[in-house]
């Protein structure tokens, strides 16, 4: 009979809905989870133009004041206000103080003259008057009936009274440009007396290019005081409106108004409480993102559209010998072994069976190649086995050969010989994992006179054990690799002093053997150290772990070895100072005997 639906359909439409149903939950789960992703976007966009607007417009702003601070700390300008006066004495006196003040006059040009859209103003005592501007196009005397100017008198010696936005009053200005940020100070005496002021317009138009040039073609950037007040807008209708919406403490990131909903941003001025503000259209903002989004979307169906069409081309190609092959293995499962597939054809299931063809054809062989492959492998056990030394028939021998020396009266080869003697059956056993801090000591003194025969040196090693601290359990060869890099680096194979100690504390309940292993030699930079202790917590792979020494343990090995063991109750810190030594300390979990699993740690034992 045959089925409703072919092999070659099921798959097709097994592949369509694999495909199509994750597509369809990409596209609702995307359009779900984008929208808090694209204000964020929006933000952080707005936030950093408004970044690059607000070192400009500090940098003007910080003009104003810069010029101001000369004119407060130049002592001509304060000696000539206070010596105004002279001007009506006698004729030397007269003399006198014209010359300096033609001197400050062309001083002040120079300076002044530089800053065109700087309007600055200086007035003193006895009629004491400088502009760098025609008197024609402003009185200054006219600064006296401001309405905010009896405020220079009330603040600080060196502080300032930001003004704000005026309108223009000069007029060689354009009309479109009729506005001035302004500030003022007080030039004060070492007595705090008023005896002057200084008062800084700059043109508006310096601010409003600046965001006219940061702000894109559908973003409004604008400088607001702290009440909500226009100084600075990039469109230049609005400068001096009042925005209703302002809020000094506003922490959301959109704002509504007209019905529209906009991006809001903003960064306050290093000078002022002023705030730069940006406003984006929420629609605009969002849009070039989302239109990212689709275009990513509409490429993911595309490409699962041509492989979907792909997959039902090969499905087709594959399906037709299927038949054919699964006949064939089913034959093959009832353990007719000498039959052979003969499909043929270019195709990857025609592939298949030409390949389980030579398979057959191979398994044959394979019986008889395992047999003989087996009794080689047997054979050359044997062979190695038989090539074995015993290591207790090599200690034997070296304790002979020292038994010899010593006989013949040379107590000091002898003794060498012990030590080789001693390291190498303390390297060979590997029965025991862990040994008393005594034997693992006493492995350190034979390893010592080796080093010190070795390079012709004397490295000396006091050990100190706190009352029953030698006979606590530590892993085998823990502290042979910090003595190694002690004598090779630390003392670079000369002479120096090693000392060990050993003390039993005790933390939140639970018994700790401290052992802290220092020396005398030329220590380490901050940088190695830090090095060192990046190293340290990489773990390696165990395949291809870096080896150093005689033991073939280095320091992170010793780490990452007691981390096995004790997991994070065992600690190592490192101490160095340059030309002065190193200092380990080693601490975990104290121990007389261990059990099937060691001590209770976070490794699992």
């Given at each position: 009979m045959i089925p409703k639906f072919s092999l070659r359909k099921k798959l097709i439409w097994s592949a369509l809905i694999c495909f199509l149903l994750p597509l369809g939950g990409i596209y609702l789960m995307t359009h779900y989870l984008t929208k808090d992703l694209l204000l964020d976007r929006a933000v952080v966009s707005s936030e950093d133009a408004l970044r690059a607007v607000q070192s400009d417009v500090n940098g003007v702003l910080d003009q104003t004041l810069e010029l101001s601070n000369i004119v407060l700390t130049n002592t001509e300008i304060r000696q000539q206000i206070i010596s105004g006066h002279e001007k009506r004495g006698t004729e030397e006196q007269k003399d006198s103080y014209l010359l300096n003040y033609s001197r400050l006059i062309r001083f002040l040009d120079e300076l002044f003259g530089q800053h065109d859209d700087f309007y600055v103003t200086i007035l003193g005592k006895d009629d004491f008057t400088y502009t760098n501007y025609s008197h024609s196009d402003f009185d200054p005397e006219q600064l006296y009936r401001q309405p905010w100017f009896d405020q220079l008198n009330q603040i600080p010696s060196f502080s300032t009274f930001w003004v704000g936005l005026q309108e223009n009053y000069f007029n060689t200005v354009q009309q479109e440009e009729s506005y001035l940020v302004t500030i003022g100070r007080p030039i004060r005496t070492s007595s705090n007396s008023v005896i002057g002021y200084v008062i800084i317009s700059v043109n508006e138009r310096q601010i409003r290019d600046h965001l006219i040039r940061g702000a894109s073609s559908d973003q409004e950037m604008m400088l607001l005081n702290e009440e909500g007040k226009v100084i600075s807008h990039s469109?230049?209708?609005?400068?001096?409106?009042?925005?209703?919406?302002?809020?000094?403490?506003?922490?959301?990131?959109t704002i509504e108004m007209d019905g529209q909903e906009y991006v809001y941003a903003e960064q306050s001025i290093r000078a002022n409480p002023w705030k730069l503000v940006s406003l984006i259209p929420l629609s605009s903002a969002i849009a070039k993102n989302k239109q990212i989004l689709l275009i990513s979307f509409g490429l993911q169906v595309l490409f699962f559209t041509l492989f979907c069409i792909l997959l039902t081309m090969l499905i087709s190609a594959f399906t037709k010998p299927l038949r054919q092959l699964s006949s064939f293995i089913t034959r093959i499962g009832r353990g007719q072994m000498n039959i052979r597939s003969?499909?043929?054809?270019?195709?990857?299931?025609?592939?298949?069976?030409?390949?389980?063809?030579?398979?057959l054809d191979r398994i044959e062989s394979m019986f008889e190649q395992i047999t003989v492959e087996q009794s080689k492998k047997r054979k050359a056990e044997l062979e190695m086995l038989q090539a074995q030394i015993n290591p207790h028939f090599m200690f034997n021998?070296?304790?002979?050969?020292?038994?010899?020396i010593l006989t013949k009266g040379d107590e000091e080869n002898a003794q060498l010989i012990a030590s080789l003697s001693s390291l190498l059956r303390m390297t060979i056993n590997r029965d025991n994992e862990f040994i008393p801090l005594q034997e693992e000591v006493e492995t350190i003194h034979h390893y010592i006179?080796?080093?010190?025969?070795?390079?012709?040196?004397?490295?000396?090693?006091?050990?100190s054990y706190e009352d029953g601290c030698e006979h606590a359990l530590v892993p085998r060869f823990m502290i042979q690799p910090f003595i190694e890099n002690a004598i090779i680096h630390g003392f670079e194979q000369f002479s120096g002093d090693i000392f060990i100690e050993a003390i039993r504390i005790r933390e939140k309940g639970e018994d700790h053997l401290r052992i802290t292993i220092r020396d005398n030699g030329i220590g380490m930079s901050q940088t190695t150290l830090q090095e060192l202790y990046a190293d340290m917590n990489h773990t390696p792979d165990a395949a291809v772990a870096a080896k150093t020494g005689f033991s073939g343990i280095g320091v992170r090995n010793v780490f990452q070895r007691l981390r096995l063991i004790y997991g994070f109750n065992a600690q190592l810190e490192i101490d160095s100072e340059q030309d002065v030594g190193t200092s380990i300390t080693l601490k975990f979990p104290f121990e007389m005997e261990r059990g099937e699993h060691g001590v209770n740690c976070d490794s699992g034992g």
């Open positions: 469109d230049p209708s609005l400068v001096g409106s009042e925005m209703t919406w302002w809020n000094q403490d506003r922490h959301a990131r003969g499909i043929r054809g270019n195709n990857e299931v025609t592939l298949l069976a030409r390949t389980i063809d030579h398979m021998l070296l304790n002979s050969i020292r038994f010899n006179r080796l080093m010190n025969f070795r390079h012709a040196n004397q490295v000396r090693l006091e050990v």
